[in-house]
Each structure stands twice: as C-alpha cells, then as structure tokens.
Nanobody, 123 residues
C-alpha cells in the first residue's frame, strides 16, 4: 500500500508560479513512474506530466509543455511539479499518482492516487 500526499496548491495570479510536492509513504513499493493529473470543474481528469523513477525521463501534456517541469528526489521519495506562467485554464485539482509497472504507458494505468490539491489561477 502506498499513500501519496500532495501539497503546495493555492491561489495565484495569471503569470505566476507555484510548486506542488508529493510525498510517498512507502519505500517498499517498486515505483516505475510518478505523475501529475488534474481535474477542472465539470471536466474529466487529464494527464499533466510524468517522470520515470529510475531514469528520470519526463513527459508532458501539450498544454503545459515549456511551462511546467516535473522532477523527483528518489532519496526522499518525493516528486514535484514546478508550474510557471500559470493561466486561468490551469485552475484545477491536481493529483499525484504512482505506478509500479509500464502497463498502459506513462499517461495512464496508475495504481495509487493522492487526495489532490487545489490550484486556482486568477485572471
């Protein structure tokens, strides 16, 4: 069992920055990748970014490419999402997720999820 706890959300003006953090509670789960997803009101949850745990390969949704950056600290079992040049359309609840195998690729098929943290970008 893995528990994920996100932090760092909040209210920011358009053009501003936020950094989200995600702490994983276990060191026994063999992580293949960790990711961030988001869900805006009345919309489906969507993939934002992912990072492979051992190699550090990164993947981004087109909508955040060049503005968001995902990175991890394997010694602390933490992952982060640096969000720059935020736009009102980035407003959503952001979820941290982790998976133990490649099945489904890095954009789907995650095993464990956090509770989410709200990010609100005002215009």
């Amino acid at each position: 069992q893995v528990q994920l706890v996100e932090s760092g959300g909040g209210l920011v003006q358009a053009g501003g920055s936020l950094r989200l953090s995600c702490a994983a509670s276990t060191r026994t789960f063999k992580t293949y990748a960790m990711a961030w997803f988001r869900q805006a009101p009345e919309k489906e949850r969507e993939f934002v970014a992912a990072i492979t745990w051992s190699g550090g390969l990164t993947y981004y949704a087109d909508s955040v490419q060049g503005r968001f950056f995902i990175f991890r600290d394997t010694t602390k079992n933490m992952q982060y999402l640096q969000m720059n040049s935020l736009k009102p359309e980035d407003t959503a609840v952001y979820y941290c997720a982790t998976k133990g195998g490649y099945g489904g690729g890095v954009r789907r098929g995650y095993d464990y999820w956090g509770q989410g943290t709200q990010v609100t970008v005002s215009s």
